[in-house]
């Protein structure tokens, strides 16, 4: 009887845990969408591609992280770092009218992309 209790309040503690933890639900936890990728401006516009992908990111509705970094070690190229509640929260956000102004106006400027990778971010500061 004494192992069906310690069941009990476990079930009660995710449940409790479900309130207050919005990615907790009765036990499962959904599954956060990171992007991590490198983006080239045609050369000298990287400042101006900046500015445009910055633009669009107000009220992108799932977004936990966003953030554009310049590249040291290349005056045309940038980082840019996504942590969004899930992958469906990412999808979503393409088709905001701030988002599709934004790559409407980047689309000209941006001369290639590097590297590209998803993960599924755990945890950290900022989250």
């Known amino acids: 009887m004494r192992r069906f209790g310690m069941f009990t309040r476990r079930a009660a503690t995710v449940a409790a845990l479900a309130t207050l933890i919005p ?3 009765m036990g499962d936890e959904l599954e ?3 992007l991590f990728g490198k983006m080239v401006a045609a050369p000298g516009r990287r400042d101006e591609l900046v500015r445009y992908l910055l633009e669009g990111t ?3 509705p799932g977004c936990l992280i966003y953030v554009v970094a310049n590249d040291p070690a290349d005056p ?3 980082w840019i770092t996504e942590v969004w509640r899930t992958k469906q929260d990412h999808a979503n956000s393409l088709q905001l ?3 599709q102004s ?3 106006k980047a689309r000209p400027i ?3 992309f590097g590297e590209r990778f998803e993960t599924i971010p755990v ?3 900022g989250l």
């Open 58 to 60: 107000g009220g992108m």
């Open 76 to 78: 045309d190229a940038i």
């Open 110 to 112: 941006i001369a290639g």
């Open 102 to 104: 934004a790559i409407a």
């Open 23 to 25: 990615e907790v639900a």
């Open 32 to 34: 956060k969408y990171g």
């Open 123 to 125: 945890g950290g500061v």
């Open 97 to 99: 009218p701030a988002v």
